[in-house]
């Protein structure tokens, strides 16, 4: 299985409301070239494979795809209840982690009512 694929088949794990980083995947499928070519991989991804692109963000959970997608992303990604600051991600809240050792993804806490609520309110000034 080609590193692409495998990249693919990680993708199509993240859970809805998580996000993940070009460059966590690329280190998880140890894909040669980093984010940069984990990003081109997702860009040259199969249609009508299902797979959510929209749950890879840059580094401090920013969108880095040009704007056409760049609106689609942020309606998919606010459709599954993952709340963005000033155009980003927080990743300490809706990110998911891979973890080398036991070569999977587990979900951060999502941080309880109060910080919740906190993005909540910082999203309603916006």
Not at 26 to 49: D, E, F, N
Not at 108 to 116: A, F, V
């Amino acid at each position: 299985m080609s590193g692409r694929e495998k990249l693919h088949r990680l993708v199509k794990r993240v859970p809805k409301g998580r996000v993940v980083t070009y460059g966590q995947l690329a280190k998880a499928v140890r894909l040669r070239g980093g984010a940069r070519a984990a990003g081109r991989a997702l860009a040259a991804c199969p249609k009508g494979r299902g797979i959510p692109w929209h749950r890879v963000v840059g580094a401090g959970g920013k969108i880095l795809v040009r704007e056409s997608l760049a609106a689609l992303q942020r309606r998919l990604l606010e459709s599954e209840g993952v709340a963005m600051i000033n155009g980003q991600v927080q990743l300490a809240i809706y990110g998911w982690r891979f973890s080398p050792k036991k070569r999977q993804f587990a979900a951060l806490p999502r941080g309880g009512h109060q910080l919740r609520s906190a993005v909540s309110s910082a999203r309603d000034m916006l």
